[in-house]
């Protein structure tokens, strides 16, 4: 082979290299932002407001959604009226934001969309880009929420973002239907994230009560079963009772379940 003809095939190699980088560079703007999880965690804090004061709000980058902070120290939790949410009791839990509003259906197909996570179906109720994505199971949720650099709720942070002190209900101790998205006023389905903002919590939380019911990382026992189950909590657009709506008030299914109001919000340590 002659140096000329060796010149030529270094050159040939060399566009060649730079046509796949070049593939390689667009495929990955397809894909921007680029999936996050957990492990990056830590540094990514570092765009957190350094001194937040409860009910501030930050956006977090990933999905856009708005963060509200809630303080370390002490809340109520449970009621000592109802077997399953006893004992009524001082919890101490340390700084976390949690969502404003439960996860879209929107900011869910961008994840899908990303991640090639599988999309949900979509409910006979059809859905909106601002309505709650619902027909997830526990184990999507949780897949969002990593993506989102964060988790679901404790049953704990969820319910003290709910009743922050406490209270019965997000919005006080005295049962009002026009706060909330409920089966008592026939809706029977998700409407517009925020459509109540009278019945947001002291924090400013939205939706915790109604809309749609919402999973929590915790697992649950029933007595004599062998299966495990997840906790949801917050009640929905088809329940027909007061109590379903207490900020208290627990629920559970099997993990791989998925209804139609059932979604989710999520947590982020604070730094």
């Not at 010149?7 to 190699?13: F, G, M, N, Q, S």
């Not at 501030?56 to 449970?78: A, L, R, S």
């Not at 961008?110 to 909106?128: G, R, T």
Request: net charge neutral; aromatic share 12%.
């Amino acid at each position: 082979m002659t140096i000329n003809m060796i010149k030529k095939a270094v050159i040939t190699v060399s566009i060649l290299a730079m046509s796949l980088a070049a593939s390689f560079a667009a495929q990955q703007e397809k894909v921007n932002p680029t999936p996050r999880c957990n492990d990056d965690a830590v540094v990514w804090q570092g765009e957190m407001p350094k001194n937040p004061q409860a009910g501030d709000i930050w956006t977090n980058p990933v999905d856009g959604m708005e963060m509200i902070f809630v303080k370390k120290g002490y809340f109520k939790m449970g009621n000592d009226q109802i077997a399953d949410e006893k004992p009524y009791h001082n919890v101490y839990l340390k700084n976390y934001w949690i969502s404003k509003f439960e996860v879209t259906v929107a900011q869910y197909k961008k994840f899908c969309e990303i991640s090639q996570h599988p999309i949900a179906k979509e409910p006979v109720a059809k859905w909106l880009d601002n309505t709650p994505i619902v027909n997830v199971d526990w184990n999507d949720a949780t897949a969002y929420a990593k993506w989102a650099n964060a988790q679901l709720p404790t049953e704990e942070e969820w319910e003290k973002a709910a009743r922050c002190s406490k209270l019965i209900y997000p919005w006080g101790n005295i049962w009002d239907p026009a706060k909330c998205n409920n089966g008592l006023e026939g809706k029977n389905a998700p409407t517009k994230v925020g459509s109540y903002p009278a019945g947001a919590s002291e924090y400013g939380v939205m939706d915790m009560a109604g809309n749609v019911a919402e999973w929590c990382s915790d697992d649950f026992k029933k007595e004599g079963d062998v299966s495990t189950y997840r906790i949801i909590r917050g009640g929905s657009c088809v329940d027909v009772t007061s109590s379903a709506y207490h900020s208290s008030r627990r629920d559970y299914l099997a993990p791989s379940a998925k209804v139609d109001v059932i979604g989710f919000r999520y947590v982020m340590k604070a730094r």
